[in-house]
């Protein structure tokens, strides 16, 4: 269990950089929602727009590509975790948001980052 722990922050790190870089601002990482039971890897603003981000990260020899990994449940789970995080910051429904997501596919020889602005469409 550390050790997923450990490789889950090591794709966290890896998806930060690339996002700040990208001009996105960090407001708070491993959001878990009580109600929904969910967890939000980062959240994060560009401008007024706040960010849900979902990072996966694959090493080489696991099972599939990380973009195999977000599932229709995942959505869900994500956007309702997403609410709460709202409710919870006394933030207004009316808060301009979109759902992103990085994947990071790694092996030894290469590093694949790809970003999906809107995982919703």
Same mark, same amino acid.
Do not use: P
């Given at each position: 269990?550390?050790?997923?722990?450990?490789? /889950?922050?090591?794709?966290?790190? !890896?998806?930060?950089?690339?996002?700040?870089? +990208?001009?996105? #601002?960090?407001? &708070?990482?491993?959001?878990?929602?009580?109600?929904?039971?969910?967890?939000?890897?980062?959240?994060?603003?560009?401008?007024?727009?706040?960010?849900?981000?979902?990072?996966?990260?694959?090493?080489?020899?696991?099972? /599939?590509?990380?973009?195999?990994? !977000?599932?229709?449940?995942?959505?869900?789970? +994500?956007?309702? #975790?997403?609410? &709460?995080?709202?409710?919870?910051?006394?933030?207004?429904?009316?808060?301009?948001?979109?759902?992103?997501?990085?994947?990071?596919?790694?092996?030894?020889?290469?590093?694949?980052?790809?970003?999906?602005?809107?995982?919703?469409?």
């Amino acid at each position: 269990m550390a050790n997923k722990k450990i490789i /889950g922050n090591l794709g966290e790190d !890896i998806a930060l950089k690339y996002l700040e870089g +990208l001009g996105y #601002t960090l407001v &708070e990482r491993n959001f878990k929602g009580k109600k929904t039971r969910g967890e939000i890897d980062l959240v994060m603003t560009k401008g007024v727009v706040i960010v849900f981000i979902e990072v996966k990260y694959r090493r080489q020899g696991s099972f /599939g590509y990380a973009a195999c990994s !977000i599932s229709d449940r995942k959505k869900k789970k +994500l956007y309702e #975790t997403a609410e &709460e995080y709202l409710i919870e910051k006394g933030l207004s429904f009316n808060q301009k948001c979109s759902f992103g997501a990085v994947l990071i596919d790694d092996t030894h020889y290469n590093r694949e980052i790809s970003f999906i602005e809107d995982i919703f469409i």
